[in-house]
């Protein structure tokens, strides 16, 4: 079954292409400490808003281009002709734990630390853009599916209870729904940012946050699948399970929520994008991920310094392409994932 | 005389209208008002009247989808519109029913052989995986469809196929008798001749029962053996059916049979 999904997913063009899209960004993420050159809070004050450097292929390896800074004012910085540093590869550097658990030292790519590589550029501190990205990454992109999870899952069962048992639960749960939907969600993070931020450190700050959105989140969800159960339950086939006498619960997970996942796994992997956007605005506004953590919202907060737009610093906003990269792959991966689980959609052969 | 094997004693349901800001009681709906009926077995009993008349709602009261307001149904004699739960079981594989609408009456995420195997899996749970495929290859042989079907899923059926996958899966737990709630009303004519035909040959072959739903009497006249006709809840006429369509005494009946299309 799940077999069959993948295949069926795989055999769409635009399946394909999110899907091997999102493996990608979420491997560079899961393996961002031995990705990146260096970590993400390594700073070089001699070296800030360096522009992203050249690589060049020099006597049979990969070499990198040196830079002179001219005039430390507007951060502008010229090459050295003929002057290049090789990469090291696999060499030994800062020391990381991967998947937070395994210590290494060893990464993909370096060079000697008196010549730092910046494959897109630096920031005000000189810390290297590309590294942050990675590591941002973890954060940026766990945020949606932890979101996501515990709202579909709260949604799903409460919302198809309440649609299956009618009466008392029903009345119940809505009322609930209604009570979370008029809570005001800013107001309510600003709020709690404020009285959690001393006890726990920022990361943790902010799955809580995302816990508790998703505690609040799940209310819409809830009543679509609701609707969706209670215009199921008087379907013929529903009546049919009935009479031949169905338990209740085995009649509530073979036909009644199978019947929402179309819905579901569109609206699932649509709000994803929901939960990224929703923590880059609260690290834009300076509530999310703190420094020296990094977020993808949180280092286009930063770049918003009239500097970088005079002096044309475009590699500060590589982010925002992350962002834009993630959620338009989240999207297709949405829209081929409803063709491939609903039947209907299935396509010919096999 | 032997006890018929289904007996409606004064049934009625109704449904309280509210209104107001309250939701005060203003009134009753009367789906149905006092019917008696009783089918033979082996008989087909063909239910007619327009919409809202409250055919759907008597077959629905005899598979206990709808409780009674009051009045009672009994098969074989015993009572069984106060059973619940697992007393209720056995009569659940007795009593079956065939929609009217083939296109939602089979669940558009499970394949045929699944839909199939699922009053199997309740009503024959030791029956063993293989013996249960080879039930449901069977039991699309039986109502004139390929064995191979089991694999594909409900979409890719016409409406007539779908109708005959409703009935094989009335069929898989062997009851005896069959509510048909309007078969073929959603069919085309062609296709609809095929069904009753199918369903006449089961009955057959089975030696079933059947209470046989339509608003269009011309079909009903073909299957029944006795005919009742309902109007807005209350049982107006019944009777063996040559006497219903040749003869009818109540003007309801009269203006029914006057309202079939004819060629002529």
């Known amino acids: 079954m799940a077999a069959d999904l993948l295949r069926s997913l795989l055999r769409r063009p635009a399946g394909l292409i999110s899907a091997c899209l999102l493996l990608f960004l979420y491997s560079a993420a899961l393996f961002a400490p031995f990705l990146s050159p260096t970590i993400p809070s390594a700073q070089n004050l001699q070296r800030t808003y360096h522009p992203p450097t050249s690589l060049i292929w020099k006597n049979g390896r990969l070499c990198v281009q040196r830079y002179q800074l001219v005039d430390p004012s507007t951060a502008s910085y010229q090459p050295l002709t003929g002057q290049f540093t090789s990469l090291s590869w696999f060499a030994p550097g800062t020391p990381y734990k991967l998947f937070g658990l395994i210590p290494a030292n060893r990464h993909l790519f370096s060079v000697p630390s008196s010549d730092p590589i910046y494959l897109l550029g630096s920031d005000a501190t000189g810390r290297d853009v590309f590294t942050r990205l990675l590591y941002g990454a973890g954060i940026s992109l766990t945020i949606g599916l932890i979101g996501v999870a515990l709202t579909s899952f709260l949604g799903l069962t409460i919302g198809g209870l309440a649609g299956y048992l009618g009466g008392w639960p029903d009345s119940l749960a809505m009322r609930l729904t209604e009570f979370l939907m008029a809570v005001p969600g800013l107001y309510l993070l600003l709020a709690l940012r404020a009285a959690l931020s001393s006890r726990f450190p920022s990361d943790a700050t902010f799955l809580l946050i995302v816990v508790i959105l998703s505690a609040l989140g799940w209310a819409g969800t809830a009543r679509v699948v609701r609707g969706l159960v209670l215009s199921l339950r008087e379907r013929p086939f529903i009546l049919a399970a009935n009479i031949l006498g169905q338990r209740p619960w085995t009649i509530l997970f073979r036909h009644l929520l199978p019947n929402t996942f179309s819905y579901l796994i569109v609206a699932a992997t649509l709000s994803v994008p929901g939960y990224i956007l929703g923590e880059a605005a609260l690290s834009f506004l300076g509530l999310g991920i703190q420094e020296p953590a990094s977020s993808w919202g949180l280092m286009l907060g930063q770049a918003q310094d009239i500097k970088i737009f005079m002096l044309n610093f475009w590699w500060l906003l590589t982010p925002g392409v992350a962002i834009i990269l993630t959620v338009i792959a989240f999207n297709l991966l949405g829209d081929a994932l409803r063709d491939a689980v609903d039947p209907r959609f299935r396509l010919p052969g096999k | ?264």
């Open chain 2, 1 to 264: 005389m032997s006890t018929p094997l289904l007996q409606v004693f004064n049934l009625s349901v109704h449904y309280p209208l509210r209104s107001g800001l309250l939701q005060r009681p203003s009134g009753v709906v009367k789906a149905l008002d006092d019917v008696s009926l009783k089918i033979e077995k082996g008989s087909t009993l063909g239910l007619v009247g327009e919409s809202g008349s409250g055919k759907t709602t008597l077959g629905r009261v005899i598979v206990r989808l709808v409780d009674p307001t009051h009045g009672s149904v009994s098969y074989q004699g015993e009572p069984i519109t106060s059973l619940r739960g697992s007393e209720l079981r056995p009569y659940r594989k007795k009593i079956q029913m065939v929609f009217q609408d083939p296109y939602n009456s089979l669940n558009p995420r499970l394949r045929i052989g699944t839909i199939l195997a699922e009053p199997l899996e309740i009503h024959f749970p030791k029956m063993s995986v293989p013996d249960r495929s080879e039930r449901v290859a069977e039991l699309l042989k039986l109502v004139g469809l390929d064995p191979s079907f089991a694999r594909r899923f409900p979409h890719e059926f016409s409406g007539g196929q779908r109708q005959r996958i409703g009935i094989a899966r009335a069929l898989a737990v062997e009851p005896e008798f069959i509510i048909c709630d309007e078969p073929v009303s959603a069919l085309d004519v062609s296709v609809q001749a095929q069904i009753v035909n199918l369903l006449m040959d089961l009955q057959e072959k089975l030696d079933l029962t059947y209470l046989f739903i339509a608003h269009d009497l011309a079909v009903v006249e073909h299957v029944s053996d006795q005919i009742a006709v309902l109007e807005h809840g209350k049982l107006v006429e019944e009777g063996p059916s040559e006497l219903i369509t040749t003869q009818p005494s109540h003007p309801y009946t009269q203006r029914l049979l006057a309202s079939i299309p004819s060629l002529a």
